[in-house]
T-cell receptor
Framework: AQKVTQAQTEISVVEKEDVTLDCVYE???????LFWYKQPPSGELVFLIR??????QNEISGRYSWNFQKSTSSFNFTITASQVVDSAVYFC???????????????FGKGTKLSVIP | DTGVSQDPRHKITKRGQNVTFRCDPI?????LYWYRQTLGQGPEFLTY????????KSRLLSDRFSAERPKGSFSTLEIQRTEQGDSAMYLC??????????????FGQGTRLTVV
């Protein structure tokens, strides 16, 4: 069974601080994908990144960076120089990734609510 | 077509009534998913379609729930004899699967259902 754990329920930071959101996953599949989504108060889940299990390179996109470590089954997300607009709930998610008939259904963590205080 | 759209955005209904939600996916996407999200939780998978075929249903989808995607385009999710426990955000997502892999799923803004 797949499982995603986001141990941090809520985090508050002051604007311009860096913040790291933790994600730990469990799966028996050797091929899988990991995701981060942002859910602002409007409710829509906004896709941020997808990473497959064979690519452990860290990725940076502007103020966002992701650290994928298979050895610890973690896929952590760092926001550098946080801004008020970053305030949202962030979800880490996992899906199997073989090219067969898998549904690619996402298993989500419970989310981390980030509040950036001006 | 700029994204996944869901209608209505909000629905308040009395216990025992039937409700139906609609989802219009991104036009070129052949996969469509329904998820349910309760307060303080992550979304939970309900069901998905590839084109018009419903290929998988979660055990969360009781007999009172039915979903259709008659022409492989928009989808409807109906809940019969609603219960207070059905109160949640119902999210629709779509993606493209071409046999060599699946693109990431894009979500709509959801339909928030309140059963009173």
């Amino acid at each position: 069974a797949q499982k995603v754990t986001q141990a941090q329920t809520e985090i508050s930071v002051v604007e311009k601080e860096d913040v790291t959101l933790d994600c730990v996953y469990e799966t028996r599949d050797t091929t899988y994908y990991l995701f981060w989504y942002k859910q602002p108060p409007s409710g829509e889940l906004v896709f941020l990144i997808r990473r497959n299990s064979f690519d452990e390179q860290n990725e940076i996109s502007g103020r966002y960076s992701w650290n994928f470590q298979k050895s610890t089954s973690s896929f952590n997300f760092t926001i550098t120089a946080s801004q008020v607009v970053d305030s949202a709930v962030y979800f880490c998610a996992l899906t199997e990734g073989d090219s067969g008939a898998g549904s690619y259904q996402l298993t989500f963590g419970k989310g981390t609510k980030l509040s950036v205080i001006p | 077509d700029t994204g996944v759209s869901q209608d209505p955005r909000h629905k308040i209904t009395k216990r025992g009534q039937n409700v139906t939600f609609r989802c219009d996916p991104i036009s070129e996407h052949n996969r469509l998913y329904w998820y349910r999200q309760t307060l303080g939780q992550g979304p939970e998978f309900l069901t998905y379609f590839q084109n018009e075929a419903q290929l998988e249903k979660s055990r969360l989808l009781s007999d009172r729930f039915s979903a259709e995607r008659p022409k492989g385009s928009f989808s409807t999710l109906e809940i019969q004899r609603t219960e207070q426990g059905d109160s949640a955000m119902y999210l629709c997502a779509s993606s493209s699967w071409q046999g060599a892999g699946n693109t990431e799923a894009f979500f709509g803004q959801g339909t928030r259902l309140t059963v009173v």
